[in-house]
């Protein structure tokens, strides 16, 4: 019998075992933060010792989540960090879509002057307007201490437009001249044409903003010092500036605060990733 004749592009038995046996060194590498947070957020008594790596059950308890939560209230800091993250992210969504589709797809005077405009702002670190948009929302707006207020400075991202902008110059331009002849609007054709093909930079965009505001500090905390309108990672800023020291294990109960406030991400990133898929967006097209 002749050898089996292997498929080019396909990897050998060694091969495939040692792409496994790194990725997976690299997942464990990877992972181990997450798995030390976890396990540092159980302990009634912290383990800095090698074995803490496998902690002893009995000293696994959940009394760090407990005793955080009677100092910040992580239910409402979650609430308050939903309202600001989601905020952003349906404002920078909109916004960017919108702008990114008449960059591409439209045709206006001032288009390439815009576009450029967009990537300037992208080099403006945010820190350095952090002062006088503090001064103009919170003094000439009079919304200190509010949602909105924390909102609006995030509202509109460039990077999402940019990101938008070149995920809709990769569709046929044959495909909105279809549904013009149609007599569809650009509005509809915005919506039914050109967002289900560009789905894979929805979501980057969704992720990639979410993370931001849901992390952010410090913005929210020059512009509310409210504690019940606080996001978690005010709080839990707070927390460990201040009160953290009084607790019976203050870096059990700081871990506990950073796994709450990590989860949702972690669960996001888990929903979305099954939609980053490869897309023939030319297959519309004769020809």
């Known amino acids: 019998m002749s050898a089996q004749r292997r498929v080019p592009g396909q990897l050998s038995r060694g091969q495939a ?9 690299g997942a464990l590498v990877f992972l181990f933060p997450f798995y030390y947070m976890v396990i540092g957020s159980l302990q009634r008594f912290p383990d800095t010792s090698l074995g803490g790596i496998f902690p002893n059950p009995a000293n696994i308890t959940g009394a760090n989540y407990v005793a955080i939560n009677e100092r910040i209230n992580l239910f409402s800091g979650l609430i308050n960090s939903g309202i600001f993250a989601g905020g952003v992210v349906l404002g920078t969504v909109l916004f960017g879509m919108v702008t990114g589709y008449a960059l591409a797809v439209l045709k206006w005077r001032g288009r390439g002057a815009t576009f450029a405009l967009a990537l300037l702002v992208q080099t403006i670190p945010f820190q350095l307007l952090m002062i006088p948009l503090y001064v103009m929302i ?7 201490d509010t949602h909105l207020g924390m909102i609006l400075p995030y509202l509109i991202n460039s990077t999402a437009v940019v990101i938008f902008r070149q995920y809709f110059l990769q569709i046929p331009k044959e495909l909105f001249d ?15 044409v050109a967002i289900p093909l560009v789905r894979p930079a929805l979501v980057t965009v969704i992720l990639i903003t979410f993370i931001g505001p849901w992390n952010e500090f410090l913005w929210p905390f020059l512009i509310t010092k409210e504690a019940s309108l606080q996001p978690l990672a005010v709080s839990l800023a707070n927390y460990i500036s201040t009160i953290a020291a009084s607790t019976t294990n203050p870096f059990g109960a700081m871990l506990a605060g950073a796994v709450v406030l990590a989860a949702p991400v972690v669960l ?11 897309t023939d967006i030319g297959s519309g097209v004769k020809g």
């Open 17 to 25: 075992i040692l792409r496994g046996v790194v990725l997976g060194l």
């Open 138 to 144: 919170a003094r000439d707006y009079g919304l200190g």
């Open 178 to 192: 279809a549904a013009r002849i149609d007599g569809a609007s650009e509005l509809r054709v915005l919506w039914q």
């Open 268 to 278: 996001l990133f888990i929903y979305f990733q099954r939609f980053f898929v490869s």
